[in-house]
């Protein structure tokens, strides 16, 4: 044990003093998200508006003129949208509650008939499987019904509570606002007055960071979109009921790593076929799998690059980060898992976190950028030819 410790423990000191930098980061924005939750918005509405703002500066109306122009139209937008969004989910929601318990005698009833078909069919089968089946079905269905009960309602709790996020929101608006006018003054003061260290370190997260993650969630929200609008059109056409709140939620779901639409639709289908409605289970299915093509297909084209983190790594990430930060962990989790990849791509953590001794064949080296490393850095030659020099009086001899 001794030589283990003498071999690793600079390895692990550097490790620990990573994780622990993390969590500072991580704790740190918790908690002035907890306290200051319209300052950050109103940085995401200030990125929002300021292009329309621009544009109508740029054609001669004042600035001050133009961001209000701008700010009133986002805000007649994004909160026409959240009011009406707002009702029908709640409408919708309350109905599915509602119906729950509905849902769970009529899939009862159906297992019941089965396993009395199975009892009729095959009269070898002891008594008792028929009393223990429909124990276990009954427990399930109990179950599956409490859970989805429980996530209904507190969703609803979600919308009902959603005037805090309003009052912050109202806020944030008027926090971009000011911005949106100041924001010269403030670039000039960020310029003269940072430290370059910390200028470095932004244009790295500027260029390594958000660039990336910028165009990830735009792809994202363009696959999403393309998600909700054709489950949505698929469900009005079956004449499905609460097809905007189901459409939401698949949606929602195909954001996530390693769940997506399959997570709202399997349960769905299963339900539909045990209950005996085969014909809306097989377009269901058909649905289903239209929308996973649909996402293959689309998928290479919209997003291009991707941001090199495995979807396990991101999930795994966000899961903890939630658990311990909550809403504030799962803004910022994917900035530092993306940022954390690009550390280790630009070399910085292999500079950072000292090898232990005598435990490679050859010293680690870092990733380069290039076609020659994993990081994308082309290859030097391995025998480079000087370049030749032409002798005076040679060269091309001219046409006559």
Do not use: C
Not at 237 to 243: C, E, F, Q
Not at 287 to 310: A, F, N, Y
Not at 366 to 374: A, F, L, R
């Amino acid at each position: 044990m001794l030589t283990f410790y003498k071999k690793y423990w600079r390895t692990a000191f550097d490790i620990a003093l990573i994780a622990l930098t993390v969590y500072l980061i991580m704790f740190a924005f918790s908690y002035l998200y907890n306290i200051a939750a319209p300052v950050f918005l109103s940085f995401i509405i200030f990125m929002i508006i300021e292009p329309l703002a621009k544009r109508l500066h740029k054609l001669g109306i004042k600035k001050s003129i133009a961001t209000a122009i701008s700010v009133l139209f986002f805000t007649t937008i994004i909160l026409g949208a959240f009011a009406a969004a707002g009702i029908v989910l709640t409408k919708e929601i309350t109905y599915l509650i509602e119906m729950l318990p509905q849902y769970q005698q009529q899939i009862g009833e159906q297992v019941a008939a089965i396993t009395s078909f199975l009892t009729d069919r095959y009269e070898s089968l002891p008594p008792d499987v028929t009393e223990n089946s429909q124990e276990i079905i009954n427990r399930i269905t109990t179950w599956g019904a409490g859970l989805a009960t429980g996530f209904l309602t507190g969703l609803t709790r979600f919308l009902t509570s959603f005037s805090s996020f309003l009052i912050n929101f109202g806020i944030g608006i008027v926090l971009a606002y000011f911005l949106s006018i100041e924001i010269k003054d403030w670039r000039r003061t960020a310029a003269d007055k940072t430290p370059k260290t910390f200028k470095k370190a932004f244009f790295f997260l500027k260029e390594n960071v958000f660039k990336g993650i910028g165009i990830y969630l735009k792809a994202q929200f363009k696959l999403i979109s393309v998600t909700f609008v054709v489950i949505l059109a698929a469900l009005l056409i079956l004449r499905v009921d609460n097809a905007f709140t189901i459409a939401l939620l698949a949606a929602i779901f195909d954001l996530l790593p390693l769940l997506g639409v399959s997570t709202v639709f399997v349960p769905w289908i299963v339900y539909l076929f045990i209950v005996g409605q085969t014909g809306l289970a097989i377009w269901l299915t058909v649905l289903l799998l239209v929308v996973l093509i649909t996402r293959q297909v689309l998928e290479p084209k919209i997003t291009g690059d991707s941001l090199g983190v495995s979807a396990f790594t991101m999930l795994v990430f966000i899961i903890i980060s939630l658990s311990l930060f909550g809403i504030a962990g799962l803004i910022i989790s994917p900035v530092l898992v993306i940022l954390l990849k690009a550390l280790y791509t630009q070399g910085y953590l292999h500079r950072w976190i000292r090898a232990p001794i005598n435990e490679y064949d050859e010293e680690p080296r870092p990733p380069q950028d290039g076609p020659g490393g994993p990081g994308g850095a082309a290859a030097p030659e391995a025998h480079p030819s000087p370049t030749p020099r032409t002798p005076p009086g040679s060269g091309p001899i001219p046409a006559e």
